[in-house]
T-cell receptor, first 115, second 114 residues
Framework: AQSVTQLGSHVSVSEGALVLLRCNYSSSVPPYLFWYVQYPNQGLQLLLKYTTGATLVKGINGFEAEFKKSETSFHLTKPSAHMSDAAEYFCAVSDPPSNTGKLIFGQGTTLQVKP | EPEVTQTPSHQVTQMGQEVILRCVPISNHLYFYWYRQILGQKVEFLVSFYNNEISEKSEIFDDQFSVERPDGSNFTLKIRSTKLEDSAMYFC????????????FGSGTRLTVV
């Protein structure tokens, strides 16, 4: 069965510092991988996704993530944090053979950005 | 940009009562989903719906739950007899072609069972 582990439930960085949110997955087949962001009192917004092709994917708001099959990882990075990046971030996985498109989410990482 | 709309944003109900959570997916999307997030926990899959029938459901989605697409635009989640542990944020999502395309989530309905 697929699973997702996000290392660190809370990450705190200073404004302008590198953001690194870690995600490891378990899947029996090459997965589809996603990062979602949730701002307070809002829904889940897709940041970026990996399905096939280039392993480094770029998303909105300057975020990017790299799919590393050998490490079963899909870590999210941003070179320079902004105050507006403070939010909850969720990594998710979906097996491509699944026609339903069910997503399995990690437990989430709260990103705090300090001035 | 097209949105998934959920109503109400917050609902309080007494234990044992029936609730219906409503969603209007994006009009050209074909796959529909319900997820829930209990406070402080991860987002959990409940059910997926395609071609007017349930395509997959989780263990959480027992006989107390049902989904409907009654009129081609709305997508509803009904809980027949609510329990305290049903208190959660419920998210509706839709997708044009399934997960590979990426979902669009609604803002959620916070259900509080008292």
């Amino acid at each position: 069965a697929q699973s997702v582990t996000q290392l660190g439930s809370h990450v705190s960085v200073s404004e302008g510092a590198l953001v690194l949110l870690r995600c490891n997955y378990s899947s029996s087949v090459p997965p589809y991988l996603f990062w979602y962001v949730q701002y307070p009192n809002q829904g889940l917004q897709l940041l970026l996704k990996y399905t096939t092709g280039a392993t480094l994917v770029k998303g909105i708001n300057g975020f990017e993530a790299e799919f590393k099959k050998s490490e079963t990882s899909f870590h999210l990075t941003k070179p320079s944090a902004h105050m507006s990046d403070a939010a909850e971030y969720f990594c998710a996985v979906s097996d491509p053979p699944s026609n339903t498109g069910k997503l399995i989410f990690g437990q989430g990482t709260t990103l705090q950005v300090k001035p | 940009e097209p949105e998934v709309t959920q109503t109400p944003s917050h609902q309080v109900t007494q234990m044992g009562q029936e609730v219906i959570l409503r969603c209007v997916p994006i009009s050209n999307h074909l796959y529909f989903y319900w997820y829930r997030q209990i406070l402080g926990q991860k987002v959990e899959f409940l059910v997926s719906f395609y071609n007017n029938e349930i395509s997959e459901k989780s263990e959480i989605f027992d006989d107390q739950f049902s989904v409907e697409r009654p009129d081609g635009s709305n997508f509803t989640l009904k809980i027949r007899s609510t329990k305290l542990e049903d208190s959660a944020m419920y998210f509706c999502a839709s997708s044009r072609t399934g997960a590979g395309y990426g979902y669009t989530f609604g803002s959620g309905t916070r259900l509080t069972v008292v």
